[in-house]
Structures are given as C-alpha cells and as structure tokens.
C-alpha cells in the first residue's frame, strides 16, 4: 500500500502489515510496518513537491484529448485553477513527464480538468497524474525553473494600442484604457482592471503619454486605485502647444484577494478635454502601460 492509500484519521490505517497496523498487532509483525513507513517516506521525500493521490489508477478514462483529464470522484479539495501538475502517460517515462498549470476545472461527471502543459500534449493512456505541493488558499511562489511544482506568480503587463482622443486636459478624470494584454500569466487582468488572486504585496508600475497639449497645461496627475488605498504623483507640464508629455508611477501595493488596481489620468489648465492619451508608437514602442508582479 502507497502513501497515498494511506488515510489522515489514524485510527483508519488498520489494515493487515505491514501496509497498515491494526489493533493487537503481534509484536513480530511491527517490524515490517515501520519498515514500510520508512520506506514511503524516503520515497516521498525524494520527490517531495509532488503528490500522487492516486487518481489516474482509479479512473480507465482519464485522458480525454491533448489537454484534458477526466479523472473519477469530486475532488474539490486538490484540484484547483493554478495549480502544477505533472502527468506521466503510457509514451512519456518519468523522465520526460509532462509539467503544466491547470487553468480550468469542473466537477460534472467526475473532476474535469484541463491544463495548460509548457511543452507537448497528452497522448496516450495516462499513467499517473501528481500535483503540486501549492494548495489554493497559499499565495502563489515563484520559479524559474519549468518542472517546478510551483504555478507561475500573478503577473501582467497590459497597454493601449490606439491612441484615445480628447480624454482631459481641463481636469477631466479618464480611465487608462490598457485594451491589449502582452501578457498576462494567470488571467488575472481584463478590462483595464486587475484583480489580486491572493493577498500579498504587488509590484504596480504604469506609464502614461498624453498628446496634443495646450499651451494652458499646468499639472498632469497620474493616480493607481486600488481597493485599499490610492497612489497619486502630479508634474508639470511646460506650457507649449502640441508636445507629448509623459507621467510615470510605480508603487509597491498591499492588496487582499480580490482586490482591483486600475489608472486614472488628469490633466487641468487647458480650455478644454482635448488631451489624448497616446497608442503604441512607431517601432512598436510602448507609449502607455500597466504593468504588475506579485512579490511575496
């Protein structure tokens, strides 16, 4: 019997040694029992960031396409967005398992979970499927390394792509539109807005470029709300029409779980709103973006 039989109420591992130690166990016997214990432990250990529960071997059906499992029972305690699996199936030996993150699960007709592997697809009969030592309700932890049982942290960088005409200029408050994401590593940011998938401290950082000044401006502010405080910085702008002026910030943010950072831009001093908020430049340069990165 595996470590992974083995039931966390005590009172339940009374099977027959030595895989388990049943009450009046002969004194003869105890022997093997602790030399079994030892033995999945070591084994364990040597692998330590992954868990095997078992739930390949009690399914015939558990790879349904390249990136799908379809593994028996509801198992809503261990399978769970944003965790590392490794998978091996009957054309991958231990040594080229397949790695990935889930990305997304339902409990319809046992535990459905589709997962994004870094390299290749699941082809063949599955073998074993083990996750990561990551439970959902810890934080997230970095790893530079692919095979790393560990989900990649909540990260995003986002900018505007086309330039959004008349937004301020004489104190209007726009909303930094960021319509195109360059990446976003737990799906994490939509719709100008990112929301923190775990408490912790954030790395926020944005840039914005507004055009076609007047040459009444006097104060260009750039604000990152968020759920529990506001970060604001204001310079000014030379009094010169048709420049380009750009306003940059970056703050470290507390942020609970499911709290939201989104930019705000103002500029005051001119006759009217007539301040844009500047696209993707030439070259691919990026004018104005939001980025983030979860740090601990």
């Known amino acids: 019997m595996a470590l992974r039989d083995w039931s966390s109420t005590a009172a339940n591992n009374n099977a027959s040694p030595p895989d388990g130690a049943p009450e009046g166990q002969l004194p003869s016997t105890m022997n093997n029992t602790v030399r079994e214990i030892m033995a999945q432990l070591r084994a364990h250990l040597e692998t330590a960031e992954w868990f095997d529960y078992g739930d390949a071997g009690r399914t015939a ?22 965790r ?18 889930i990305t997304g699960v339902t409990f319809s007709g046992g535990t459905q979970v589709t997962v994004e592997l870094d390299t290749g697809s699941f082809t063949a009969t599955v ?3 083990a996750l990561g030592d990551w439970p959902q309700a810890r934080a997230p932890v970095a790893s530079p390394v692919i095979r790393h049982s560990r989900p990649r942290p909540p990260g995003f960088l986002a900018q505007n792509s086309t330039t959004d005409t008349n937004q301020t200029g004489n104190g209007a408050t726009a909303t930094v ?10 799906g994490d940011f939509a719709a100008d807005v990112f929301t923190a998938p775990a408490a912790g401290r954030y790395v926020l950082s944005t840039f914005v470029t507004g055009g076609n000044f007047g040459a009444g401006a006097n104060n260009a502010t750039l604000t990152i709300v968020t759920s529990n405080r506001t970060y604001r910085t204001s310079d000014s702008v030379i009094p010169t029409s048709n420049i380009a002026h750009t306003t940059g910030l970056t703050v ?14 103002s500029v005051s001093g001119m006759a009217g709103n007539t301040v844009s908020i500047l696209g993707t430049g030439g070259g691919g340069q990026i004018d104005t973006f939001f980025s983030g990165l979860w740090i601990g």
Not at 177 to 186: A, G, K, L, Q, V
Not at 257 to 265: I, K, L, N
Request: charged content about 25%; proline content about 0%; glycine content about 8%.
């Open 177 to 186: 539109d960021f319509d195109s994401e360059i990446f976003d590593n737990n």
């Open 61 to 82: 059906v558990a790879r349904k396409d390249g990136q799908n499992l379809s593994l028996s029972g509801t198992n809503t305690l261990t399978y769970a967005v944003g």
């Open 127 to 129: 073998t074993a499927v």
């Open 84 to 101: 590392r699996v490794r998978v091996k199936d009957t054309t991958h030996a231990s040594l080229s398992a397949l790695y990935g993150t």
């Open 252 to 265: 470290v943010a507390d942020m609970d779980e499911g709290d939201t950072a989104s930019v705000r831009y």
